[in-house]
């Protein structure tokens, strides 16, 4: 419970997190009597373990509490902050923005909030943090296809092919990796995995960009 409570108390951090939201996000639909009395329980410990030396702070706020932390002290603000640096780079210094991107996705260690209990707060954000993984990934694939790296990202290619089975983005990275490194077939076979799971799994098709994937890479077969 605490655990919950101070991960919803740091994803909403300078802001004030209502005491409806916090007895949802511990409780759901089963609070204590007299929960009020209960949460400010919960908060005092916080208090007491996380805010001794003053550079954290929990308020009491209308109609709820805040945490205010220092910048920085949160892992998911260093994550963002080297992400942007590496947008703001890529264009003019790719090789110096795929660094950053490569130091951004060091912080993480496993998916977002995995030691969290589920609550509406903790779901929410780490539907986000995951998204926003997965995309920081696919834009640093970007570059290092651009610079060529296309041989020595195919094994990290695959590995996050296996971890998002779903992110068609990917299956259309690691098959022009591959189709560049001469192992088109291998790309083709990735194309038919693609395929194959999107159906079962979610009971999709291809989608307009995957497909033009996979013509490009047969159009260049041809043409060979």
Same mark, same amino acid.
């Given at each position: 419970?605490?655990?919950?409570?101070?991960?919803?108390?740091?994803?909403?951090?300078?802001?004030?997190?209502?005491?409806?939201?916090?007895?949802?996000?511990?409780?759901?639909?089963?609070?204590?009597?007299?929960?009020?009395?209960?949460?400010?329980?919960?908060?005092?410990?916080?208090?007491?373990?996380?805010?001794?030396?003053?550079?954290?702070?929990?308020?009491?706020?209308?109609?709820?509490?805040?945490?205010?932390?220092?910048?920085?002290?949160?892992?998911?603000?260093?994550?963002?902050?080297?992400?942007?640096?590496?947008?703001?780079?890529?264009?003019?210094?790719?090789?110096?923005?795929?660094?950053?991107?490569?130091?951004?996705?060091?912080?993480?260690?496993?998916?977002?909030?995995?030691?969290?209990?589920?609550?509406?707060?903790?779901?929410?954000?780490?539907?986000? =943090?995951?998204?926003?993984?997965?995309?920081? @990934?696919?834009?640093? +694939? $970007?570059?290092? /296809?651009?610079? *060529?790296?296309?041989? #020595?990202?195919?094994?990290?290619?695959?590995?996050?092919?296996?971890?998002?089975?779903?992110?068609?983005?990917?299956?259309?990275?690691?098959?022009?990796?591959?189709?560049?490194?001469?192992?088109?077939?291998?790309? =083709?076979?990735?194309?038919?995995?693609?395929? @194959?799971?999107?159906? +079962? $799994?979610?009971? /999709?098709?291809? *989608?307009?960009?995957? #497909?033009?994937?996979?013509?490009?890479?047969?159009?260049?077969?041809?043409?060979?």
């Amino acid at each position: 419970m605490k655990r919950s409570l101070l991960a919803a108390l740091l994803i909403r951090r300078g802001r004030i997190v209502s005491t409806e939201d916090l007895v949802t996000e511990l409780w759901h639909d089963s609070p204590p009597a007299r929960v009020e009395n209960a949460l400010h329980a919960q908060v005092s410990r916080l208090r007491r373990i996380f805010c001794a030396d003053g550079r954290v702070r929990l308020h009491t706020r209308y109609p709820g509490y805040r945490l205010d932390v220092p910048r920085g002290a949160v892992d998911v603000d260093r994550f963002r902050e080297l992400r942007d640096r590496a947008e703001r780079l890529k264009a003019g210094d790719p090789k110096t923005a795929a660094d950053c991107y490569r130091e951004s996705l060091k912080i993480w260690r496993g998916p977002a909030l995995q030691d969290v209990p589920p609550g509406p707060i903790r779901d929410g954000e780490s539907s986000r =943090l995951t998204r926003e993984r997965t995309l920081t @990934l696919t834009r640093l +694939v $970007e570059i290092d /296809l651009n610079l *060529s790296r296309h041989q #020595e990202i195919i094994p990290e290619l695959e590995e996050l092919v296996h971890e998002h089975p779903l992110e068609e983005r990917l299956y259309a990275q690691l098959m022009v990796a591959l189709d560049r490194a001469g192992r088109t077939a291998d790309a =083709l076979e990735v194309y038919q995995s693609a395929r @194959l799971r999107l159906a +079962v $799994e979610a009971g /999709l098709s291809p *989608s307009p960009a995957l #497909e033009r994937c996979m013509r490009s890479i047969l159009r260049r077969m041809q043409a060979d």
